[in-house]
Every structure is written in C-alpha cells, then in structure tokens.
C-alpha cells in the first residue's frame, strides 16, 4: 500500500495534539480496516494514503469516545458505591448541592 499516515496529519485533521502509543493504535486498527475493506471491494481509492488517513482519524475520535465513556461510567460506579441505594421500595433520601456549595 502507498505511504504511511503520520501523527502530525492526524492532529492537523483533528484540531488537537495525540499521544504517540493512541496514534500508533489507531494506525494499527486502520490498516487493518482499510485491507479488510479492499478485499471486500477491491477499488484503488481505498488503498490511497487519504483513506488511510481519514480511518486513522476516525479511530483516533472512536477511541477518545470509548474512554470518556468508560471513565464516565467508573465514575458513576464509584459515585454509586460511596452511597449504596437502599431496597426499592424504601425511601430514598435527595440532596441537592447547589453550586454556591461548592
């Protein structure tokens, strides 16, 4: 396949810096994307180097969302943790914290 994809392109699409292990995964799953794609349909565009480029972007968006996602969803895990529901029919106290509180 034609040249390679290089962080600086990705970060230029992006608007924002990358960390080289998260740009090198992305790389990784993009290649493999495009191949799969290119046996499926066999069109030269898929093997161009913007193709790539643009896989390796959409990898690098996907993988910031799956963290956020998770890092979301241990954060709520902890926050349910530190104050355990009670049983379903009992009554649940609500505390509201306003932002003058914080």
Known sequence: MGRTVKK???EE???YRITKSRFQEALKLAKNKQEYIYRQEKRPV?????????LTEEYIRSLAFSEKTADLCRMLRNMEKEHPTKSQGAHHDIHIVTSSAL
């Open 46 to 54: 898929i093997l161009q180097q913007w193709y790539l480029l643009k």
């Open 13 to 15: 699409l992006l608007g």
């Open 8 to 10: 600086e392109e990705v």
